[in-house]
């Protein structure tokens, strides 16, 4: 059952003034609206106001208010914007007026809204207008900043220019300036803020031009420079962070860094970074480094580190073809090492980043790679001799290892650092072939600790790979094994050596720089006792390895003779050809040299020149002449004496060529080497032409080149000499009708 | 801006005295107390509105001061806002003037 006893619901009496008209109604909002405007509210009530336009609202007249709003705060503007702006003011007086203008009329929008609050609720926004208060601001867009657009940026513009230039931030200013940009950025139209639209563009464009035109960079040096542009960049970075948000002000950053650094510094930025790495100031060329972030700018610094070290490697005096090689090989190489560990720790504290380094190799860190750009490139124009040199200098720190820790440390620490620039050497090839026969002079005659030769050969392999060290490894090798078999062979021979030491070197023949053993090494008589050991080792050694053959090179050997004279005790190193010679004093009291070349058969000019070193050399004149009725003869000379224990007799190059093979001289290592090279093309060629069968000379050569880049630049001329001993060997042919392409015979 | 309470009057001259904070429940009412207006040294007439209507509402605007800050899912300790069903008609507009 339904009661019908409900509660009753009062009903409101009708709210407010409904009796008033519209026009009175607007009179009083419009009232209010002047009191607002000109700051004068306190006896205004705002809840009539607001019932006012509540009522309004309410009778559906809520258009009508609105668009009367709207014209009446227009002709408000109009109004102001005739009487506060004046004509020709200073650009800092524009620049406050509107400041000012700005917050006075915020504040009144803000009131205003405030009091149509109940408007925008009902009306404004079931019909898609604008709120109150962003209506105003609209209105203000247009009628003022529009209209005085271009006075205020200006004006605005004109005032930043004149901060920047007196170099002095005031305050004042930057805090105006930020509540404009503030202003600016509050107001937008249907595409963006104004700021963004119609500000931003002018300030960048301004800055630049403002910068382009502050510092002329070739009035300076380039280290006033980088200290005016690092200025200006700092200040003007202050400057914008004080006015601008984040978003711009890295846009300015940008532009800054355009134009200071593209446009002005890269003017001498060569030379910049010349002088930081001349000063070794890593803290300078860090700065210069990351002055820019753009790639093509980090590019170009290090093309100036490169060409810097160039440059400095370049000075280093490399005086071929004078007398002293050997000493030149050692300065110039200690000095390109130190030049290298320089610019490597220096190098090494600079941070890069990440950048794409245009090189044919990449290191982990970048200024490994410019490190080994510039050596290459550097190695590869001076040719063959850095690899000559490098090796020279390898020879020379062997020599000078000894007992002491803390030299051999410190040696040790030179050769590891000598291997990186082995890595770096464009003829490797001439390298290895160098110090193969300096390795094997150090061996045969014990300058050096096999040891550290060992521990080197295994850096050379860490470096070069295994191909290079193969044959260093098997002459290592060799000396140790015969080091053994001598042990075993004192051990079990009965024979009476006691009273001389034979050291044996059992070398495989293919692994070690000597092209043969000397022809003459056959004939030659020895003198008994030598010829004794030698047979009970030979014996020895073929029982031990049945399959192999041992022969004498007697050239490479050394022979030590302790020798009473006169005037003390000497021992004195002698080639063995010499040692037998003077042994054979032993027995006969004076020789012509016609009798030494009958009891050793040594060639009668090599006897010539042995006799002569021992007989004419000054430091070792141990024979001495005589001649009488023509015939010169030879004998001991009793009244030798030096100033050392030890005497080593030098061998004089005769005009016989008996001993060229161990000499090293220049012009023959470098003949050895390119037929070396020759066999190696061929070899190339070979396999080339075998799997492809028909190749244009053009593709050969190419394909030849890349195949050997790892070892050696391949000449045209080695090229061309390999080919044409391949053509008359029949390994390969040309075609009969394209002479330019060649087949492969089978 | 002080931290005085403001006194809402009624139409028949009633006072009621309400908390600033409370007060600004209400959009209108905080634009008022904001304002350099008349109102703004702390007396608001509010002629609209019946001695009992006022009480109400004040009454709802300590409520919903009291209460905005807890969070809903805590529900056991938020007491519903008792409305007469007579009332309701006046409220209803009286919420509508002063937008809450």
Redesign the interface.
């Known amino acids: 059952m339904i009661t019908n006893n409900k509660?009753?619901?009062?009903?409101?009496e009708k709210?407010?003034l409904s009796e008033q008209s519209f026009e009175q109604s607007w009179e009083i909002v419009k009232h209010a609206i002047d009191h607002i405007y000109s700051d004068d509210?306190?006896?205004?009530?705002?809840?009539q106001v607001?019932?006012t336009i509540?009522t309004i609202v309410l009778n559906r007249k809520g258009s009508k208010l609105y668009d009367n709003l709207k014209i009446y705060t227009m002709e408000k503007l109009l109004f102001l914007r005739e009487t506060v702006f004046k004509n020709n003011a200073p650009d800092y007086e524009i620049l406050e007026t509107m400041a000012g203008l700005w917050k006075t009329l915020c504040n009144c929008f803000k009131?205003t809204g405030?009091?149509m609050?109940?408007m925008d609720?009902v009306y404004c926004k079931p019909n898609r207008c604008l709120e109150v208060c962003d209506m105003c601001l609209d209105l203000f867009r247009i009628e003022i900043l529009q209209k005085c657009s271009s006075s205020l940026i200006s004006a605005l513009i004109s005032d930043i220019d004149g901060i920047r230039s007196s170099g002095y931030m005031d305050p004042k200013h930057t805090s105006l300036w930020k509540v404009l940009i503030g202003m600016m950025e509050t107001l937008h139209d249907n595409r963006d803020n104004f700021f963004l639209t119609d500000f931003e563009p002018v300030l960048i464009s301004a800055t630049e031009r403002y910068y382009n035109n502050a510092i002329d960079i070739k009035m300076l040096t380039p280290l006033e420079g980088l200290e005016k542009i690092r200025k200006l960049k700092q200040f003007e970075s202050v400057l914008d962070s004080s006015f601008l948000n984040a978003d711009s002000h890295n846009k300015l950053k940008n532009v800054l860094g355009n134009v200071l650094i593209w446009g002005k510094l890269s003017d001498v930025i060569e030379d910049l970074t010349h002088e930081a790495m001349k000063l070794s100031d890593e803290r300078l060329l860090q700065e210069i480094y990351d002055l820019s972030g753009e790639a093509k700018y980090k590019t170009t610094i290090i093309e100036s580190i490169k060409s810097y070290i160039r440059r400095i490697a370049k000075e280093i005096p490399f005086k071929d073809g004078s007398r002293k090689k050997g000493q030149n090989a050692i300065t110039w190489s200690s000095e390109i090492l130190s030049l290298f560990r320089r610019q490597r720790l220096f190098l090494g504290s600079i941070k890069f980043g990440s950048v794409q380094v245009n090189s044919s190799v990449t290191y982990k860190f970048i200024s490994m790679t410019i490190l080994h750009d510039v050596f290459a490139t550097y190695f590869s124009e001076e040719g063959a001799l850095p690899s000559e040199y490098i090796s020279t200098y390898v020879d020379y720190c062997m020599k000078q290892t000894n007992d002491n820790d803390a030299e051999v440390v410190k040696i040790k620490e030179d050769l590891l650092d000598s291997t990186k620039l082995m890595e770096l050497l464009s003829e490797k090839d001439i390298f290895e072939s160098t110090y193969k026969k300096q390795l094997s002079r150090r061996l045969l005659q014990q300058k050096s600790i096999l040891e550290i030769e060992k521990w080197m050969v295994q850096m050379i392999k860490n470096a070069l790979g295994t191909f290079f060290t193969l044959k260093l490894e098997i002459m290592l090798r060799d000396i140790s094994l015969s080091s053994r078999i001598l042990r075993a062979f004192k051990a079990s021979s009965t024979s009476s050596i006691e009273y001389m030491n034979f050291v044996p070197e059992v070398l495989t023949r293919t692994s070690w720089p000597f092209q043969s053993t000397n022809p003459i090494d056959e004939s030659i008589t020895l003198p008994p006792r030598m010829s004794q050991i030698l047979m009970g080792f030979n014996e020895y050694y073929s029982l031990k390895y049945k399959e192999r053959i041992l022969e004498w090179a007697h050239h490479l050997s050394v022979i030590e003779i302790g020798c009473q004279f006169n005037n003390g005790y000497y021992e004195i190193s002698f080639s063995v050809y010499a040692g037998a010679i003077f042994l054979l004093f032993e027995n006969y009291e004076e020789l012509t040299l016609k009798e030494i070349h009958e009891l050793t058969h040594i060639p009668e000019e090599d006897v010539k020149s042995l006799v002569m070193s021992m007989s004419t050399v000054p430091k070792c004149r141990i024979l001495k002449r005589s001649s009488n009725s023509g015939d010169t003869k030879f004998s001991v000379n009793y009244f030798f004496s030096a100033p050392n224990r030890k005497v080593k007799v030098p061998i004089i190059a005769g005009p016989a060529s008996s001993h060229k093979s161990d000499n090293l001289t220049s012009q023959s290592s470098v003949d050895t080497y390119e037929n070396e090279n020759i066999m190696e093309v061929n070899a190339a060629i070979v396999r080339i032409m075998k799997t492809e069968g028909k190749l244009s000379h053009h593709q050969l050569l190419q394909r030849t080149t890349k195949n050997m880049e790892r070892r050696f630049h391949l000449t045209s001329s080695t090229f061309k000499r390999s080919l044409q001993l391949l053509l008359e060997k029949e390994y390969i042919q040309r075609d009969a009708d394209d002479t330019s392409c060649y087949h492969y015979l089978h | 801006m002080s931290q005085d309470p403001v006194t809402l009057v009624s139409k028949d001259n009633k006072e009621y005295e309400i908390s600033r904070s409370a007060a600004m429940v209400s959009p209108t009412l905080k634009a008022i107390i904001e304002g350099s207006f008349k109102e703004s040294k702390g007396r608001i007439e509010l002629k609209e509105f019946d001695s009992h209507i006022l009480e109400k509402i004040v009454e709802y605007l300590n409520y919903n001061y009291k209460y905005s800050g807890v969070d809903g899912d805590e529900d056991e300790d938020i007491p519903e806002f008792e409305i007469p069903t007579e009332m309701s008609l006046e409220l209803l507009l009286a919420a509508d003037y002063l937008n809450i």
Do not use: N, Q, W
């Not at chain 1, 509660?7 to 409101?12: F, G, L, M, W, Y």
């Open positions: 509660t009753r619901i009062s009903v409101p709210l407010g509210m306190a006896d205004l009530s705002f809840e607001y019932r509540y009131i405030d009091l609050m109940y609720k």
